[in-house]
């Protein structure tokens, strides 16, 4: 017999010993990942201030992807609807539209439509408008 042998038991209140001791891990890990969850989705909006503001007065009507990193907004702050373009970098203020073509503008479901898609329906609606009026 070797000094270096241990000896090895088929017990079976060790096997279940174990099997307990892998349960309470999990479990404390389980635990660990929600407290984690939990304080991601509550505690961090309100320390960095990333939380939804109060009033709905600014809402991003429609985005339209030009090049990577590039972007056209439709953004209606109060009562104007205004035209943005942002980069990475900046954002442009290009012109002010008439907000009377986005009151009854219905706004698509997402279902099946891009990003791109939603803003080409909102830009042909507000053209489409314009030629009837022009007409």
């Known amino acids: 017999m070797s000094i270096f042998s241990l000896p090895v038991s088929d017990s079976p209140a060790l096997s ?10 999990l479990l404390v890990l389980v635990g660990i990942c929600l407290l984690a969850l939990v304080a991601a989705k509550v505690l961090l909006p309100k320390l960095t201030g990333l939380s939804t503001p109060a009033s709905s007065q600014i809402q991003v009507i429609a985005k339209y992807p030009l090049e990577p990193r590039k972007m ?64």
């Open 16 to 25: 279940t010993n174990l099997w307990l001791d892998y349960a309470k891990t």
């Open 72 to 135: 056209l907004y439709l953004v209606k702050a109060g009562k104007t609807v205004v035209l943005l373009a942002g980069s990475a970098e900046t954002v442009q203020f290009m012109t002010t539209l008439n907000p009377g073509d986005f009151e009854e503008l219905p706004v698509p479901a997402h279902t099946g439509m891009t990003r791109g898609s939603v803003f080409r329906h909102i830009a042909q609606a507000v053209a489409d408008r314009s030629q009837e009026k022009a007409l």
